[in-house]
């Protein structure tokens, strides 16, 4: 009871002509019942593609916060490493100098330098006494006529960052460390 007319015929009808129509009218049938399953698939594949669309649109609206998070965070300490009261120098694998506090600006602007400028051709002695120092420990440099510890660490042992930072502070003068001239 739930078919349809396919198609209506008058008496006297041919044999061989009512068998193809009743084949054509269970062809029919098979296309329509293959439609409505293919027209079913479909729309679980939509309900499922919008479920995933959602997670999606949801994960990239987490991923965007972190990232907004993130770079807050950086700007943050950015901001705190150039206020710091002691020198931080930071330069990559080429050793070409990508960072330079307001410390180590003051203390070193008498040679002028800018950030891009390779750090041995900017400080050769320092650039020496620093890459024969080992990694964490402390070395005492006169700079300006004042004594100064610096010490570098290796730069992505807990994050992606490669090259080194390099950290000069101040020191008293009754510290025996030996000592460099800059």
Request: aromatic share 8%; hydrophobic share 45%; glycine share 6%.
């Amino acid at each position: 009871n739930e078919g349809a007319v396919f198609r209506f015929l008058t008496k006297p009808w041919d044999d061989e002509k009512l068998r193809d129509h009743i084949k054509e009218a269970f062809n029919y049938k098979e296309l329509s019942d293959d439609n409505r399953q293919l027209a079913f698939k479909v729309q679980t594949s939509n309900l499922e593609l919008a479920v995933a669309n959602r997670q999606l649109a949801e994960g990239l609206v987490l991923k965007q916060n972190q990232h907004m998070r993130d770079a807050l965070s950086l700007s943050i300490v950015r901001e705190a490493l150039q206020y710091a009261p002691v020198a931080v120098i930071g330069v990559d694998d080429q050793n070409v100098i990508a960072f330079a506090n307001d410390a180590a600006v003051d203390l070193f602007s008498h040679l002028g330098f800018t950030l891009g400028e390779e750090l041995g051709l900017v400080f050769p002695e320092f650039n020496m006494a620093v890459s024969k120092a080992d990694e964490a420990v402390d070395i005492a440099f006169e700079i300006n006529k004042k004594p100064y510890q610096v010490r570098w660490r290796l730069m992505g042992g807990t994050s992606e960052s490669s090259g080194k930072v390099i950290i000069i502070s101040g020191i008293e003068s009754d510290i025996k460390i030996p000592q460099c001239v800059v």
